[in-house]
């Protein structure tokens, strides 16, 4: 019985791994060595805190603005407007307040099982010292921009989330480099960090060849089935005979579905890093300014700024005027950040319009499964996806109710 895996980012490998350690026969394919995508350079957060969906009311209303501000948190290309209006109108629809609210327990439900899901994964692979301990701060320079996020941190109270309030000078004791244009903070202890995501999917993906997973470095270009899959088509012109696969090829996994005449809205939301090698100084916690819209990690080679939304599709070249741009923010909170030996990178949050990701059998064809859309969490997630799909995928009873998570619900 070969369960194939289309995508060996975070999201696949730790699937890989997973599903290998409960006695499948697993082969990862990715056209690319593991972790080469998204799951490079995000911004190595475990964002336990960040689940509240990205489509109310407050943030669509500011869009239109956005667009027109080259410097803005959101940028859509003109050219890809025309693509985007069908996603964007889901957008809108997922910020009604009855789907609001059951978009929101359904990311908190997640959420509330990352630690318990990423510590059993880190414990069991010898890579606890992966995880930092620190939390992440949430900065603002007064009580107005602090109001502005009171919908957030009264969505993490209503879920339980711990969060303490600080003042610039509590924030400040914990950082030392940040701008006395910080009033007060936010702490999330939950909100740790990564030293660096994508040595995580590398070793990961070590132990799953290990234990006698193994890897392909090939495209998928389409699928042979009868009443339920039986072969990946290859671009090199190999079929590959399987008995289950998995789609989890990040924001390219819609182009992979509708060959399947299974389409989901799934779009790319790219972000920018630019990993500053010698800042000049040091940090522990992660920072985010959720008024300048960028954050700050501390990583293991160096400072890494990133954020911001770009919508341009999954071909157009970068734009890297977009990671400049938090790194000009950056520097406001850390005014002693020196920006001189650094690299810049570009990459694909895989974004369904509801926020929260597809964790699912397909509901057309037997032996299909998909693992994607995990957005802006898909780190945070990696584990609790693995977790739950190796559980629907073996046949156990999932831990939570997976009905939301369903790719028919579009
Ligand atoms: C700037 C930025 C910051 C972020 N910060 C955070 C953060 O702090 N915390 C967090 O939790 N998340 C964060 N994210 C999101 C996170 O990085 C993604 O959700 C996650 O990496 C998605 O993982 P994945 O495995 O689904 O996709 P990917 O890592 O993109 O992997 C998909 C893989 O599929 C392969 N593939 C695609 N098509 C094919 C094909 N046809 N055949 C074979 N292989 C194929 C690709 O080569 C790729 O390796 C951030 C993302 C960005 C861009």
Redesign the pocket.
Known sequence: MVTAI???????TTLAYELQKRGHQVLL????A??????????????VTEFMPASRPSVWRQIPGWTLDPEGPVRVRPAYMPRLIPWFARFVAASRPSRLRALEAQGAALCARVHQDLGALLRETGLEGELTEEGCLSLYTDQAEFRADREHIEILERFGFDHHLLSGADARALEPELSDKIGMAVLFPQNR?LRD?YRLVTSLADRFTAMGGRIEK????GFDRSNRITALRLTDGRSLLVDQVVL?????TA??SKLLDEPMPLETE????TQIMSPGISMRHSIIWPARAF?V?PTAGGIRV??TVEMAGLDAAPDYRRAKITVKRASEALPNLRCEDFTEWM????ALPDTVPVMSASARIPGVFYA?G????????AATNARLMADLITGARPPIDMTPYRIDRF
């Open positions: 289309v995508g060996a980012g975070i999201i696949g394919i990715d056209r690319d593991p972790g080469r995508g998204a799951s490079y350079g995000n911004m190595a957060s475990i964002a960090s995501p090939a495209e998928v270009a989890a090829a990040g924001a390219h182009r992979l790219r972000g920018y890093h954050m990690t990133g954020g990459g694909h949050r895989p994607t995990h957005g802006h969490l898909g780190v945070t997630y």
